[in-house]
């Protein structure tokens, strides 16, 4: 009996096999032929040895020779195409799946990418699919159709002597008490074996990720020991898993053999007493295979189909992850008609924020005017809060207290698209995509053509370092960006921002971790933006944004002081307290 969690996860991949039902049912319809194939075979063995062999009659003896080679060749290809196209619907349906995984981590919140390694996430897209696709759905339906033939297959031997299939029946009882407790115990095994890969699994691609850094500090042996920890622990769960499974295996064996025994030697008793015939006899020990092989092979399938449960367990939990939006109140496109194609004004009212409901807030009471046309610079030491408030602007977090109005509207309520067209990001930790730079400055979108590519690259001065690469916009990136530098990473990043045609530019510390030349040519193209796009902006280094509109200065998530760069400058505060260690530093950089 299937349990209500076994239920829902074949209800749930029923969802992604059903448009695929027509591949499904043609393979679903080599069952009733290989079960009478199998049943039909004994029956034929009976002919040839007690109508044939035992009488020396030799007319129609090869005739139906014949018939058993036909139908050993029938039952063959039912079998082929049976696994063949149930084989296929498995692949289809999990290749669904896979995109629809895909599509939903890319929708998922940022607060569960805070919390969850990659790593986990990625076995789950890799596999634990790879789990569900290999064993579902012939492991299923493998389980239904060797079900469905052993009951035949009994009912058949019952009606040729019932008494030799009940001592075939003695066997079940025990048989089916192992099997179910050994799937309680492989299910367990298998949630934990799940568990310890998908671990191990994170813990590799952050390795890799940081492969540079162990070689630089020498932590080899030591990353190598943590690793070694994952897999052995991944090790002993699944030699525990093939315990169980062995055992089983092992059991209904020999349980198969001593059947067998008992079979010759009861029936052989009742060969010599001239109740049974030679040919049923030796036909009941030819089938004894075809009951006892699917019941050995439960083992398997059972294995291979707790195997899929867990795999399911852990994929429904991107499932369950509840969207950005998901459950949330948002206004509709018909409400919201034409007020956000144009950006007029932004409005933090008394905005708080912090991550967990336990956590200690990372912005306080933080209000603010930025119109049309503005420069809005937030500057201050690092973990004031800056990157915070341009991620509940960009809607990366939306659990905020307090009012955020974009062009009057409150931001929880309207749909991240239609925000997003809004703005254009400058990052300062620069992603790029194994693909060649066209890609990677316009990722794709189909809108942007090659000359906003160009125009785009221009604009940040990047256009003079492309059109001397080997293919020039067509050349490929390795590894996000590894074959360029650091400060042309950057200004491809810049492009991409300038690319999307933002109205509102925002730039979340531009210049950090950049050479002096590539920082004067973003120094200049951020100047040209100051001028003719509304822009928000993070710096370390106040020289970036002393043109600004307003100045916002962030200490503990507080806005501790705001004005222009004379007035800030006049008051003698925090900010003229930043601007000096920035001077500082800078002069210090350039006696370098």
Not at 150 to 159: C, E, G, S
Not at 408 to 430: R, T, Y
Not at 460 to 468: E, G, L, P, Y
């Amino acid at each position: 009996m299937i349990k209500t969690p076994d239920l829902h996860y074949l209800k749930h991949f029923y969802h992604y096999a059903k448009p695929y039902k027509k591949t499904a049912m043609a393979g679903i319809a080599m069952m009733p032929l290989s079960i009478a194939a199998n049943l039909l075979f004994p029956w034929l063995v009976i002919q040839v040895i007690d109508k044939h062999l035992t009488a020396g009659l030799l007319d129609g003896l090869y005739t139906l020779i014949a018939y058993m080679l036909a139908v050993l060749v029938v039952n063959y290809f039912a079998d082929a195409f049976y696994a063949y196209f149930l084989r296929k619907t498995g692949e289809l349906a999990v290749f669904d799946m896979r995109a629809a995984m895909f599509k939903r981590v890319l929708k998922l919140p940022r607060s569960y990418f805070d919390t969850t390694p990659t790593g986990v996430t990625l076995s789950r897209l890799t596999s634990d699919l790879e789990a569900i696709g290999e064993s579902f759905v012939l492991g299923i339906l493998g389980l239904i159709k060797d079900s469905i033939n052993t009951i035949a297959v009994l009912i058949f031997m019952f009606f040729i002597n019932w008494q030799l299939t009940l001592v075939i029946l003695i066997v079940f009882p025990p048989i089916l008490f192992l099997t179910q407790f050994v799937r309680k115990k492989l299910r367990a095994q298998y949630l934990i074996t799940r568990s310890s890969l998908a671990k191990g699994t994170g813990f590799l691609q952050e390795c890799l990720l940081g492969v540079k850094t162990v070689q630089l500090y020498g932590a080899e042996q030591e990353v190598e020991k943590q690793y070694q920890q994952h897999t052995h622990s991944f090790m002993r769960a699944q030699l525990k898993t093939n315990t169980y499974d062995a055992a089983l295996f092992s059991l209904i064996t020999g349980i198969t053999t001593i059947t067998i025994g008992l079979i010759i030697w009861f029936g052989a008793g009742k060969v010599i007493q001239g109740t049974v015939t030679l040919g049923v006899l030796i036909a009941f020990i030819n089938t004894l295979e075809k009951v006892f092989v699917p019941l050995r092979d439960f083992t398997s399938q059972i294995a291979s189909i707790q195997r899929s449960f867990a795999a399911f367990e852990h994929i429904e939990e991107l499932f369950v992850e509840p969207l950005e939006e998901e459950g949330r109140s948002l206004l509709s496109s018909a409400q919201i008609k034409n007020q956000l194609d144009i950006f007029e004004s932004l409005q933090f009212n008394n905005v708080s924020f912090r991550y967990k409901p336990v956590d200690p807030y990372v912005l306080k009471n933080v209000s603010f005017t930025l119109l049309k046309g503005q420069q809005l610079a937030l500057v201050g030491t690092t973990g004031s809060g800056k990157s915070t408030i341009m991620r509940l602007m960009n809607k990366v977090y939306m659990d905020y207290e307090g009012s955020i109005l974009l062009n009057g509207i409150e931001l929880s309520k309207i749909p991240k698209e239609n925000v997003l067209h809004l703005f254009s990001l400058m990052q300062q930790d620069a992603f790029l995509f194994e693909e060649n730079i066209h890609f990677n400055i316009s990722l794709g979108n189909k809108a942007i053509i090659e000359k906003d590519v160009v125009d785009a690259a221009k604009y940040v001065f990047a256009h003079d370092f492309i059109m001397a690469l080997p293919q020039q916009y067509s050349f490929e990136l390795s590894n996000s960006g590894g074959n360029l530098s650091a400060g042309q990473t950057q200004l491809i990043s810049f492009a991409r921002a300038i690319a999307q045609n933002g109205q509102v530019m925002m730039l979340d510390e531009a210049t950090s971790s950049v050479d002096s030349i590539t920082e004067d040519l973003i120094q200049r193209a951020i100047g040209r933006l100051f001028k003719e796009k509304t822009v928000i902006a993070i710096a370390h280094r106040l020289s970036t944004i002393r043109h600004s509109d307003q100045i916002l200065v962030l200490e503990q998530g507080q806005i501790v002081e705001r004005g222009n760069h004379q007035q800030l400058l006049n008051s003698n505060g925090l900010y003229a307290s930043l601007l000096q260690d920035s001077r500082e530093i800078e002069d210090n950089t350039v006696a370098l």
